[in-house]
């Protein structure tokens, strides 16, 4: 049997208020239309698309050869109607390019459902809410039995003779199975999907979104270390060695933005802090560098299922001078980190406090990570 899809793309989006037609919105890699297009491609013969009057040709490039592209009407029902003029196969199926998440699974489902003998398959989801339908003003008249009420989706599934008569009657249904049963025709419901929403407002993108594994819950966390200069150490701050400084007390290489790094990210995953990680019940980390402990900490961090999305980290003192190595800084701060965005700063303290005296250097870090 053969299957041909119409997808109406010829809506303006008003409610979206892109300034320009819904479809083409961009949703991660790719326009709404793109993806609704790419769900259905692998279980169709042929595909049409009712695009916005104007816009023929921008979507006709941007989708490419071989699917059709029909000038929409008013209504979307006018452009179901033009699309259905220009089908040549024995089913259809009416998808909005809207609801750009629907799988292919689902368009397979309907399918199989029409081969399975219904003429009108279209996916559905319970309901969810309590539905009640009021007057004029606002008073409840009825409430309806949830259990049996259910969520019409697209892509809808329909013999396309059966589809052409009930476009033919002249009735008006908010979709197209709506007007197969003001003809009296059957519809079946089969599962539909959460992820197969309609996109009408920028918060609709934003949870489409997330169905795509954007929108991660990210979790951020602040980190400090000080050290006290010390006569005769080397200084190594930022993952870098600074040969005419003088160094500071502690065991370790000393580097406070390092560690201060380590601690954000350690705060950011709940993984407890440089101590508890590194301390005196790990003595093979008791000299570790900078840029050791900070290849461990992504080490644990990422074994613990997190991404980090950044880190920075100010480091505050009378010196070194941070400002002419702060690319270098940057740089080795990334590399332990397997690669991640990195801002370094620095600050003196207006001659209060520890490192304002020159007794030493301190270093503030914050990291932003997320779940993968
Ligand atoms: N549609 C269409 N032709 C129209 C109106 C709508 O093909 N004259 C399509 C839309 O492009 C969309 C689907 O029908 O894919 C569902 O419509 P809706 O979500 O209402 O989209 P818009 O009409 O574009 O949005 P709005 O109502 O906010 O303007
Ligand atoms: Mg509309």
Redesign the pocket.
């Known amino acids: 049997m053969s299957v041909s899809a119409i997808?109406?793309?010829?809506?303006?989006?008003?409610?979206?208020g892109a300034g320009y037609?819904?479809?083409l919105i961009q949703l991660g890699d790719r326009t709404?239309l793109q993806h609704a297009i790419a769900a259905l491609a692998p279980v169709v013969d042929q595909i049409i698309v009712?695009a916005?009057v104007g816009f023929e040709q921008q979507i006709s490039q941007l989708i490419g050869d071989g699917i059709t592209v029909v000038s929409?009407?008013?209504?979307?029902s006018?452009?179901?109607r033009k699309a259905l003029a220009v089908v040549t196969g024995e089913f259809v199926l009416v998808h909005?390019?809207?609801?750009a998440l629907a799988s292919t699974d689902l368009a397979h489902r309907i399918i199989s459902a029409l081969q399975s003998g219904s003429t009108a398959a279209v996916p559905g989801l319970a309901e969810v809410d309590t539905v009640k339908s009021i007057d004029a003003q606002g008073r409840v008249t009825a409430t309806f039995d949830r259990s049996t009420l259910r969520r019409i989706q697209t892509p809808q599934g329909f013999s396309t003779q059966v589809l052409r008569d009930a476009h033919e009657s002249g009735k008006e249904a908010t979709d197209d199975a709506g007007l197969i049963e003001l003809l009296g025709g059957q519809v079946l419901v089969i599962d539909g999907e959460e992820s197969a929403l309609?996109?009408?407002t920028p918060s609709d993108l934003n949870s489409a979104l997330s169905f795509l594994g954007f929108n991660q819950s990210y979790r951020t966390g602040v980190g400090t270390d000080a050290h006290v200069f010390g006569e005769g150490r080397a200084l190594w701050l930022a993952g870098l060695h600074w040969p005419d400084e003088v160094g500071v007390e502690g065991h370790s290489d000393g580097d406070v933005a390092a560690h201060a790094i380590c601690d954000a990210l350690f705060a950011a995953t709940g993984l407890g802090d440089l101590g508890s990680n590194f301390g005196t019940d790990r003595p093979e980390y008791s000299d570790a560098s900078g840029s050791t402990l900070m290849q461990q900490t992504l080490a644990l961090v990422t074994e613990a299922g997190y991404v980090i999305s950044n880190v920075t980290v100010q480091i505050i003192g009378n010196r070194p001078k941070i400002g002419a190595r702060r690319a270098e800084a940057i740089a080795a701060i990334s590399k332990a980190l397997g690669g991640v965005s990195v801002s370094v700063s620095a600050t003196t303290t207006d001659g209060m406090g520890l490192t304002g005296e020159g007794k030493g250097i301190a270093a503030v870090a914050s990291a932003l990570v997320y779940k993968q």
Do not use: N, Q
């Open positions: 997808i109406a793309a010829a809506g303006s989006g008003e409610r979206f037609p819904k479809a709404l009712a916005p929409g009407g008013s209504t979307r006018e452009s179901v909005d390019a809207a609801r309609k996109i009408t």
